[in-house]
């Protein structure tokens, strides 16, 4: 009986002895892949979601934005048209979230870093001599070299065209207010663009042309006719020139391949704008206030596609 006994304890040593070291085994396995995943946005875009990739312990850049995220201060985003920053979000490994953002032209060697961590395939050595068309990243070569010289401080802007005319307004039935502090808070900011703005309709989907009448917008081909289509399918009004009627104006310029941008008219005869998740502001690239939109300066969005009409019965998503 003795015996017995000392046979079932020895099994149930080895037994426990087993899950322990199945454990302890578990908890090693998850300590080797362990560490922060950073995930970085550039933020660019005013109507299309901004680009983004992440970065692991893969990647060569790893190091590099472990050290710049622990060291570097959070300097805010731009406003206007274009080139905005980056946006870095961090994941540890028991899911604790933070983010950190490097604002345009506070720092050309960090900025050109992150943007250049896009290519995160390639071999250290390689990473000199690669141009960044040739990583495999998703950005085309218009964004990057947009977003290149925008760092090294060389911003063309639009000479300013003469006014022609008497001011624009909007029909007395249009009531839109040059209100930025409905816009600018927290949970609405960073949930709509321009598009939302411009129709004035907080969404929180970051509207895209289209999509609440069943069509999906070719990121890849942007051009005027497509956007202006699209709008006209979710119930805007096609219009020939800034006469709204009983709608209130809205006007959508293109950047060539890349992007859509919308402006909207306010009640106190200026136009106004929220470029992507950035805020709501009423100047235009150059910093000036516009009350002429053909001739505001639209920064790289060089097509002014026309007007449209936002009236009652519209639906966005």
């Known amino acids: 009986?003795?015996?017995?006994?000392?046979?079932?304890?020895?099994?149930?040593?080895?037994?426990?002895?087993?899950?322990?070291?199945f454990n302890k085994k578990d908890h090693h396995g998850q300590s080797k892949h362990a560490g922060v995943t950073y995930q970085v946005t550039l933020d660019v875009f005013s109507g299309l979601e901004d680009p983004k990739w992440d970065i692991d312990h893969t990647s060569p850049f790893y190091?590099?934005?472990?050290?710049?995220?622990?060291?570097?201060?959070?300097?805010?985003?731009?406003?206007?048209?274009?080139?905005?920053?980056?946006?870095?979000?961090?994941?540890?490994?028991?899911?604790?979230?933070g983010s950190w953002t490097v604002g345009p032209g506070k720092n050309k060697e960090l900025e050109t870093m992150l943007l250049k961590s896009c290519c995160n395939t390639l071999r250290n050595e390689e990473l000199e001599t690669s141009s960044l068309q040739t990583c495999g990243c998703s950005l085309s070569r218009v964004v990057t070299d947009f977003v290149?010289?925008?760092?090294?401080?060389?911003?063309h802007h639009q000479p300013r065209r003469p006014h022609h005319g008497p001011p624009i307004v909007n029909s007395t039935a249009c009531t839109t207010r040059y209100e930025p502090h409905v816009w600018n808070v927290r949970g609405v900011i960073r949930r709509n663009n321009c598009y939302n703005y411009g129709t004035n309709r907080q969404t929180n989907t970051f509207a895209q042309p289209g999509r609440a009448s069943g069509v999906r917008l070719n990121t890849s081909h942007i051009n005027a006719t497509l956007v202006y289509s699209l709008c006209v399918r979710d119930g805007l009004t096609r219009l020939n020139g800034p006469t709204p009627g009983n709608d209130c104006l809205m006007a959508l310029v293109i950047w060539p391949g890349s992007d859509f941008h919308f402006y909207r008219?306010?009640?106190?005869?200026f136009w106004s704008h929220k470029p992507g998740r950035t805020a709501v502001i009423d100047t235009d690239h150059s910093r000036r206030r516009m009350n002429d939109i053909e001739a505001a300066d639209h920064g790289p969005y060089t097509v002014f596609a026309g007007y449209l009409g936002v009236g009652t019965n519209i639906n966005i998503n």
Do not use: W
């Open 1 to 21: 009986m003795a015996h017995i006994m000392r046979q079932l304890i020895i099994t149930l040593g080895l037994m426990l002895s087993g899950v322990c070291c």
């Open 265 to 269: 008219l306010d009640d106190n005869g």
């Open 148 to 155: 290149t010289r925008a760092i090294n401080g060389i911003i």
């Open 63 to 97: 190091a590099r934005i472990e050290k710049a995220y622990k060291s570097v201060p959070s300097t805010p985003l731009g406003e206007h048209l274009g080139y905005h920053g980056f946006l870095v979000k961090t994941t540890e490994t028991y899911g604790q979230k």
